[in-house]
């Protein structure tokens, strides 16, 4: 692959470095009362039009069939918004007594209640031949008392999607003939979000984070990914589970990947004004790109495994009773 085409591929990821380093070159462009307005454009404006794409974007047909998988849901729902977290928190628990940055871990916390994305499981499972049809993004959790932000996630997250949902009923021919670039659009305002998060964060000379913090949260969110996916491997190929080789594939990359493009929205609702929110944010940026890396590496290998046993499937069905 030449080098134009991995940038092409890999743009998002690069946007991500260079709207870091252009808010630590330019800090003030968007910090609240600069040029860019972010207490209003990016805490209302970007972050409702973020899930108004979702909304607009999402087929109601998908909603429908989603929940006709409703064993392969339950076990994906209840591993990431109920055993992830708890796992999570037992591990902060641990981390906590080691000379880790206090902000990373609660950033780290919140990874684990952040809700599965769609693109990067979608593009894995797909890439691997598994069941990607029932992986749709559903509301997330957080640590944080749901009466002080419920008002702003009503305004910015669910108002929003039902919009979206609504035009899309209007819209739905021409979405279907021109195919908008949906997920472009949401990485472009998702960038806008991390570029002014991190503004704040370099405009402010009491935050400090040391080398070895982001070394040893990048390490750890390696080997809970590895971890975790060996153990969803592990339950749905269980022979009473009843999961097919592809419904397992769809679990391993959806039970253990988080979403950044709901979960940076969110963070900026719930931790709204909170000073250290780029360093919350930090691990759930770092968990998107390894999450990716590590599912592409193991594509093959999935996707060998699951070739092998469903052929030895249809063999079995094959041979004469």
């Not at 360093?279 to 599912?295: D, K, R, T």
């Amino acid at each position: 692959m030449g080098l134009l085409a991995r940038v092409r591929k890999e743009w998002f990821i690069i946007g991500i470095v260079a709207a870091i380093v252009s808010a630590k070159l330019q800090p003030a462009v968007g910090l609240k009362g600069g040029p860019l307005r972010p207490e209003f454009t990016i805490t209302y404006v970007a972050v409702s039009a973020i899930f108004f794409n979702s909304g607009l974007s999402l087929k109601t047909e998908e909603l429908t069939s989603a929940l006709l998988h409703v064993k392969l849901h339950l076990f994906v729902q209840s591993f990431t918004l109920v055993f992830f977290p708890v796992a999570m928190w037992l591990c902060i628990k641990l981390l906590a007594l080691t000379s880790i940055n206090t902000w990373l871990l609660r950033g780290l916390q919140t990874v684990g209640c952040m809700p599965p994305p769609v693109s990067s499981a979608v593009i894995l499972t797909k890439a691997v031949g598994g069941n990607e049809s029932f992986i749709i993004n559903l509301g997330s959790s957080s640590s944080v008392p749901f009466s002080s932000i419920f008002s702003q996630l009503f305004m910015t997250v669910v108002v929003p999607l039902i919009l979206g949902q609504v035009s899309r009923r209007f819209l739905r021919d021409w979405l279907e003939r021109r195919k908008p670039p949906f997920g472009v659009i949401s990485s472009l305002v998702l960038l806008m979000i991390i570029y002014t998060t991190f503004c704040e964060t370099f405009s402010n000379p009491d935050i400090e984070l040391d080398h070895l913090s982001l070394l040893l949260i990048t390490f750890i969110i390696f080997c809970i990914q590895l971890s975790f996916m060996l153990l969803t491997f592990v339950f749905s190929t269980q022979k009473q589970s009843g999961f097919t080789p592809a419904d397992t594939v769809a679990i391993m990359f959806c039970a253990t990947h988080k979403s950044l493009t709901l979960g940076i929205p969110m963070l900026k609702i719930v931790f709204e004004g909170y000073e250290h929110l780029s360093l919350i944010s930090v691990p759930l940026l770092i968990y998107h790109p390894a999450q990716i890396l590590l599912g592409s590496i193991l594509v093959p290998t999935i996707k060998s495994w699951m070739n092998s046993r469903q052929k030895g499937v249809k063999l079995t069905d094959l041979q004469p009773i």
